[in-house]
């Protein structure tokens, strides 16, 4: 089974829900159990991993029409998008590692600090892109609720929630929003890392 028009709606959210995480750890839900039989996800251990056919149902899905104005004005958003994420990942880094690589092990409250002012000017700078996203891609103004949730309990002294990829938590909202843009653009991880590189890259020449 690899069609669309062979899955319920529930499982069809399922596909594209597993295939924006890109993983799901931990028991495995009814829905991805159901994935599962029908040869659209591989269970693991503890993991549950969507299959290649999965991927392009998902790709199917989520593909905005190649030409109009809407993959334009969100290829203009994630164009916006791409010099964030570089910056998102070094925040993310920083609060693991000190500058050093050492494993930063939270004892010096000055450096936690100066990594959280970081991911705020981070969060400041994806507010307007997201709104901007919003308008024209469905669905997607859940990322910046959940954004808002995963930063007020990493705030409140949950730390995973700002990279464990255990929970919801700030990077993995955030590449499920990454992973979402690729595929509502018919992009490639390669063609999206050179891209990245070519926009940061100019803006600091």
């Given at each position: 089974m690899t069609g669309t028009d062979a899955l319920d709606e529930p499982l069809t959210e399922a596909v594209v829900d597993l295939v924006l995480r890109?993983?799901?750890?931990?028991?495995?839900?009814?829905?991805?159990?159901?994935?599962?039989?029908?040869g659209l996800a591989l269970v693991k251990g503890p993991v549950v991993l969507p299959s290649e056919p999965a991927k392009a149902i998902a790709a199917r899905i989520?593909?905005?029409?190649?030409?109009?104005?809407?993959?334009?004005?969100?290829?203009?958003?994630?164009?916006?998008?791409?010099?964030?994420?570089?910056?998102?990942?070094?925040?993310?880094?920083?609060?693991?590692?000190?500058?050093?690589?050492?494993?930063?092990?939270?004892?010096?409250?000055?450096?936690?600090?100066?990594?959280?002012?970081?991911?705020?000017?981070?969060?400041?700078?994806?507010?307007?892109?997201?709104?901007?996203?919003?308008?024209?891609?469905?669905?997607?103004?859940?990322?910046?609720t959940d954004l808002d949730d995963a930063l007020d309990r990493f705030d409140d002294g949950a730390v995973e929630w700002l990279a464990s990829p255990l929970c919801d938590s700030y990077h993995t909202v955030w590449m499920r929003l990454h992973q979402e843009l690729l595929l509502v653009l018919g992009i490639s991880r390669a063609e999206d890392e050179a891209l990245e590189e070519e926009l940061v890259g100019g803006s600091r020449g």
């Open positions: 890109g993983m799901w750890r931990g028991r495995p839900e009814a829905e991805y159990r159901a994935l599962a039989d029908a989520l593909r905005v029409p190649a030409g109009s104005e809407q993959e334009e004005r969100i290829t203009a958003a994630y164009h916006a998008f791409l010099p964030v994420n570089r910056r998102i990942r070094e925040v993310c880094t920083a609060w693991q590692c000190r500058p050093d690589g050492t494993p930063n092990d939270h004892t010096d409250s000055v450096y936690d600090a100066e990594v959280r002012e970081a991911l705020e000017d981070v969060h400041e700078a994806i507010r307007p892109v997201l709104r901007r996203l919003e308008r024209v891609l469905p669905g997607s103004g859940r990322y910046l």
